[in-house]
Protein backbone atom coordinates (compact mmCIF):
# COMPACT_ATOMS: atom_id res chain seq x y z
CA UNK A 1 0.00 0.00 0.00
CA UNK A 2 1.33 3.15 -1.11
CA UNK A 3 1.88 6.20 1.75
CA UNK A 4 -1.33 8.32 -0.13
CA UNK A 5 -3.40 5.40 0.06
CA UNK A 6 -2.54 4.63 3.85
CA UNK A 7 -3.24 8.95 4.49
CA UNK A 8 -6.87 8.07 2.28
CA UNK A 9 -7.39 4.84 4.61
CA UNK A 10 -6.50 6.68 7.98
CA UNK A 11 -8.53 9.73 6.94
CA UNK A 12 -11.51 7.73 5.78
CA UNK A 13 -11.52 5.56 9.55
CA UNK A 14 -11.05 9.03 11.56
CA UNK A 15 -13.61 10.56 9.64
CA UNK A 16 -15.69 7.44 10.54
CA UNK A 17 -14.66 7.81 14.28
CA UNK A 18 -15.63 11.47 13.93
CA UNK A 19 -19.42 10.60 12.93
CA UNK A 20 -19.52 7.73 15.66
CA UNK A 21 -18.12 10.52 18.28
CA UNK A 22 -21.18 12.70 16.73
CA UNK A 23 -23.86 9.94 16.88
CA UNK A 24 -22.88 8.63 20.59
CA UNK A 25 -22.83 12.18 21.82
CA UNK A 26 -26.50 12.67 20.33
CA UNK A 27 -27.69 9.68 21.79
CA UNK A 28 -26.19 10.55 25.30
CA UNK A 29 -27.70 13.72 25.12
CA UNK A 30 -30.78 12.56 24.09
CA UNK A 31 -31.22 10.84 27.77
CA UNK A 32 -29.91 13.50 29.14
CA UNK A 33 -25.85 12.69 29.60
CA UNK A 34 -23.14 14.62 29.06
CA UNK A 35 -19.61 13.41 28.79
CA UNK A 36 -17.58 16.35 28.28
CA UNK A 37 -14.12 14.31 27.91
CA UNK A 38 -15.87 12.40 24.81
CA UNK A 39 -13.65 12.56 21.75
CA UNK A 40 -11.53 10.74 19.21
CA UNK A 41 -7.93 10.13 20.95
CA UNK A 42 -5.53 11.78 18.60
CA UNK A 43 -2.60 9.56 19.67
CA UNK A 44 -4.20 6.62 18.19
CA UNK A 45 -4.35 8.74 14.89
CA UNK A 46 -0.27 9.27 15.04
CA UNK A 47 2.39 7.61 13.17
CA UNK A 48 2.09 6.15 9.87
CA UNK A 49 -0.77 2.85 9.89
CA UNK A 50 -2.66 3.18 12.87
CA UNK A 51 -5.13 0.22 13.26
CA UNK A 52 -8.07 2.22 14.48
CA UNK A 53 -8.91 5.35 16.46
CA UNK A 54 -9.72 5.12 19.53
CA UNK A 55 -13.02 6.87 20.74
CA UNK A 56 -11.54 8.66 24.13
CA UNK A 57 -14.81 8.32 26.39
CA UNK A 58 -13.25 10.51 29.12
CA UNK A 59 -13.68 10.89 32.31
CA UNK A 60 -17.12 11.47 34.17
CA UNK A 61 -18.55 12.63 37.67
CA UNK A 62 -20.14 9.89 39.68
CA UNK A 63 -23.85 11.10 39.28
CA UNK A 64 -23.18 10.95 35.22
CA UNK A 65 -21.70 7.00 35.89
CA UNK A 66 -25.15 6.38 37.99
CA UNK A 67 -27.37 8.15 35.38
CA UNK A 68 -25.93 6.43 32.21
CA UNK A 69 -26.12 2.99 34.11
CA UNK A 70 -30.03 3.22 34.64
CA UNK A 71 -30.12 3.73 31.23
CA UNK A 72 -28.37 1.02 29.92
CA UNK A 73 -30.37 -1.09 32.72
CA UNK A 74 -33.65 0.66 31.47
CA UNK A 75 -32.62 -0.45 27.59
CA UNK A 76 -31.51 -4.14 28.88
CA UNK A 77 -34.67 -4.76 30.80
CA UNK A 78 -36.86 -3.65 27.31
CA UNK A 79 -35.06 -6.34 25.61
CA UNK A 80 -32.44 -4.50 23.95
CA UNK A 81 -28.82 -6.30 24.41
CA UNK A 82 -26.78 -4.86 21.78
Excluded: W, Y
Excluded at 60 to 74: K, P, Y
Amino acid sequence: MTIKERRRVTECRVRAAEDAVARLKEGFSGVGITLPSLRIDPVSCAGSDPVSPLVDLGRCNLDTVLRLSVVLEAQGQAGHDG
